[in-house]
């Protein structure tokens, strides 16, 4: 079962559509008691930096999002609040993954990167797994991550981002894979197998299956 976060700046509807055509089970909630029963979680989000960790604490799920050991999936800004600050309202996000979110230089291209674009894979990892940098992923954002060492795929707008990161059981992408056609859905199915075997095994650090000990 995932559970999706619901608050201010989360983009539901088109996050459950997604779902809907893979046939998951899911369920939304903002209360921390009710999503620690799920067994992964999509965090999803549009919107303002600030804003949207101003809603986030002031559910307490700023909380319970840095201390679940569930599989998360981070998407858009979502993805960005995983890192520790963003000069988006120049606020401190969550801090999972080390890195400040930067705003794209408007002098040198147009702001904010909308559209389609493509991701190139550095490490290998079950949540981008079958997808290649010849397949289109959907951005819209006018912020980005810096890549570091947790960046799984980056992408080019400008400069080079990371657009798609991973840290232990948190995992993130830039774009919005519930708006990125079979490709999306492909990824967001990876992300349902390995909620499938991390509530069997436990997930280890690189995306694949820990082995239990007996």
């Known amino acids: 079962m995932i559970g999706i976060i619901k608050y201010q700046a989360g983009n539901l509807a088109s996050v459950q559509n997604a779902l809907d055509r893979l046939g998951a089970e899911y369920f939304t909630s903002d209360d921390p008691e009710e999503l620690e029963k799920a067994d992964g979680i999509i965090f999803p989000g549009v919107g ?16 319970w999002l840095k201390q679940t050991k569930k599989p998360v999936l981070g998407i858009c ?3 960005q609040l995983l890192y520790e ?16 979110l ?33 397949q289109f992923e959907y951005y819209v954002h006018g912020y980005y991550a810096p890549a ?12 080079d981002f ?14 919005h894979p519930e708006k990125s056609g079979q490709v999306g859905s492909h990824l967001i199915q990876n992300f349902l197998d390995l909620v499938h075997e991390s509530s069997e ?4 650090e690189n995306g694949h299956r820990k082995t239990a000990q007996k």
């Open 85 to 100: 600050s963003s000069e988006e309202g120049d606020c401190i996000t969550l801090g999972v993954v080390p890195g400040r």
């Open 201 to 204: 095994s436990g997930l280890s």
């Open 162 to 175: 990371a657009a798609v990161v991973a840290k232990e059981n948190f995992m993130g992408v830039q774009f």
């Open 102 to 134: 930067k705003k794209f230089d408007a002098s040198e291209a147009k702001v904010p990167h909308m559209g389609w674009n493509q991701f190139q894979p550095l490490k290998k990892h079950s949540l981008i797994k079958g997808i290649s940098n010849k």
């Open 77 to 79: 800004l979502g993805m």
């Open 48 to 63: 303002h930096a600030a804003a949207a960790m101003d809603n986030l604490r002031s559910r307490d799920l700023d909380v």
């Open 148 to 159: 570091n060492e947790y960046t799984l795929a980056t992408c080019k707008y400008i400069t």
